[in-house]
């Protein structure tokens, strides 16, 4: 079993940042992906990026390439989402999400097994 707590949302403007923080627990990762997802108000949930736990190769959705940067720290077993040059499109639920890696680079929600319970994240204009 594993356990995902998310922390870091809020409201910030537009040109922001906000750094998003992904607390694991319950089992080893070795083999793991972790990822970050979003669901903004009428829309689907859509992937925002991913790392492999091993060697913390990174993936990202074009929307957020440069601006996003995923991290994590093997120590702490917690995973990070750093959010610069927000815009008020990044608006959404953020979830971090964890599954065996069973390819890369790892996007679709249904290839993750372990979900936290979101965590809001608004950016004004």
């Known amino acids: 079993q594993v356990q995902l707590v998310e922390s870091g949302g809020g409201l910030v403007q537009a040109g922001g940042s906000l750094r998003l923080s992904c607390a694991a627990s319950?089992?080893?990762?070795?083999?793991?992906?972790m990822g970050w997802f979003r669901q903004a108000p009428g829309k689907e949930r859509e992937f925002v990026a991913a790392?492999?736990?091993?060697?913390?190769?990174?993936h990202y959705a074009d929307s957020v390439k440069g601006r996003f940067t995923i991290s994590r720290d093997s120590a702490k077993k917690t995973v990070y989402l750093q959010m610069n040059s927000l815009k008020p499109e990044d608006t959404a639920v953020y979830y971090c999400?964890?599954?065996?890696?069973?390819?890369?680079?790892?996007?679709?929600?249904?290839?993750?097994?372990?979900w936290g319970q979101g965590t809001q994240v608004t950016v004004s204009s």
């Open positions: 319950g089992r080893t990762f070795s083999r793991y992906a």
């Open positions: 790392i492999t736990w091993s060697d913390g190769t990174m």
């Open positions: 999400t964890s599954g065996r890696l069973i390819r890369w680079p790892q996007f679709r929600d249904t290839e993750y097994g372990y």
